[in-house]
């Protein structure tokens, strides 16, 4: 199932909501993170907030650009390869798809709908495929 615009527009409208609770939400991530990959979190310098801080700057520019796929695709083969780099397997993507998606259910709440979950879910494994391409790991 590819990327529909109907998905983009759910992810964005929800990304708002999101922002606008951004304090607990982007720090509750990688608690349920590092919950459901415990192995993961050695990768991961101690400055957890400067983490947080680029791993929400880098998901805005994806929501912001998920249907321009030209400019996000050198950002992919970066992160990648920094993910390659610190030792991620492709097997890491997907615990770090469901905090996302657990992080998301719990901040949004009921306005979390089956058809909001469905488009983040699609949305996070294109990028994660965009990404585990550019790591080599495909």
């Not at 992919?76 to 991620?88: K, Q, R």
């Not at 709908?113 to 495929?129: K, L, S």
Request: zero cysteines; charged letters at 25%.
């Amino acid at each position: 199932m590819n990327l529909t615009s109907d998905h983009i527009a759910l992810i964005r409208s929800s990304f708002v909501d999101l922002m606008s609770d951004f304090d607990p939400w982007h720090t509750r991530f990688y608690e349920i993170f590092f919950r459901l990959a415990p192995h993961v979190k050695s990768m991961f310098r101690d400055d957890i907030v400067g983490q947080e801080m680029r791993f929400m700057t880098t998901l805005k520019v994806i929501v912001d650009n998920l249907d321009q796929p030209d400019v996000l695709k050198p950002r992919y083969a970066e992160l990648g390869h920094t993910h390659a780099i610190l030792g991620v397997k492709r097997k890491d993507f997907d615990p770090m798809g469901e905090a996302l998606i657990e992080t998301i259910r719990e901040t949004l709440g009921d306005a979390f709908t089956r058809e909001t979950e469905a488009a983040w879910r699609q949305g996070y494994r294109h990028v994660a495929d965009q990404i585990i391409a550019g790591a080599g790991l495909g």
